[in-house]
């Protein structure tokens, strides 16, 4: 009764799902431009990173095309409060990175935080669910408790949206011997200068022993 009062549309153009589909019809899945990054060895992503910070492996799910339909399922995530989708993104990255040998060594899924008043306004961290669904693939410990994101004293009312960033912070939430020799999966919903990685990267490279690989949703 329930789907037809109110059925079930596909989260990329909104034509109604059939019995079979989850969140996304089969059109729109075959249309998302899937990165493959590493199935096919592509390093890419991972020299965005070259000199900033030593990183041992990256791969992001799809490439983020602005106006078409992966601009449309990340604002959905983000700002519709679609955060099933998150999951989806998760299980579909995860079967893969799962039987991949350069990813199935990792030991701990660690997500970007969002600084505290946004994540209460938005009511939930974007990539919360596909850190998780990660996780679960891999069987390794999910901490959304390591990382905190935190702003420099002094009042943000006036300042910039881009030096707002700049006075955001990532600390290390927990004791430093919680990431001591842990091969960490860091994940973020996309990545396009890399900057947000690089700070928490560099937290988490101060326990001994810290090896960083990242996966993203997308990549800009």
Same mark, same amino acid.
């Given at each position: 009764m329930l789907n037809v009062l109110f059925p079930k549309v596909c989260e990329g153009?909104?034509?109604?799902?059939?019995?079979?589909?989850?969140?996304?019809? #089969?059109?729109?899945?075959?249309?998302?431009? !899937?990165t493959n990054f590493h199935k096919l060895d592509d390093t890419s992503l991972k020299n965005k990173f070259y000199g900033r910070f030593p990183l041992i492996n990256a791969t992001a799910l799809f490439h983020f095309?602005?106006?078409? #339909?992966?601009?449309?399922?990340?604002?959905? !995530?983000k700002y519709r409060g679609r955060k099933e989708l998150s999951f989806l993104f998760g299980a579909w990255l995860g079967a893969e990175l799962a039987e991949n040998q350069k990813f199935n060594k990792v030991t701990m899924v660690i997500p970007v935080p969002l600084h505290k008043q946004k994540l209460k306004k938005r009511g939930y961290n974007q990539v919360e669910g596909f850190g998780i669904e990660l996780a679960k693939a891999l069987q390794v410990p999910y901490r959304d408790d390591i990382l905190v994101k935190v702003s420099k004293t002094g009042s943000q009312v006036f300042k910039t949206r881009i030096l707002r960033f700049e006075m955001e912070e990532m600390f290390l939430n927990q004791k430093i011997e919680e990431v001591t020799d842990q091969h960490i999966l860091l994940v973020d919903d996309i990545v396009t200068t890399g900057a947000t990685l690089e700070k928490c990267a560099l937290?988490?490279?101060?326990?001994?022993g810290v090896k960083i690989s990242i996966a993203t949703i997308a990549t800009g």
């Open positions: 153009c909104g034509e109604m799902l059939s019995s079979t589909e989850n969140l996304l019809c #089969l059109l729109c899945r075959h249309q998302i431009p !899937l095309q602005k106006r078409g #339909l992966t601009q449309e399922l990340l604002h959905n !995530l937290q988490l490279l101060k326990g001994e």
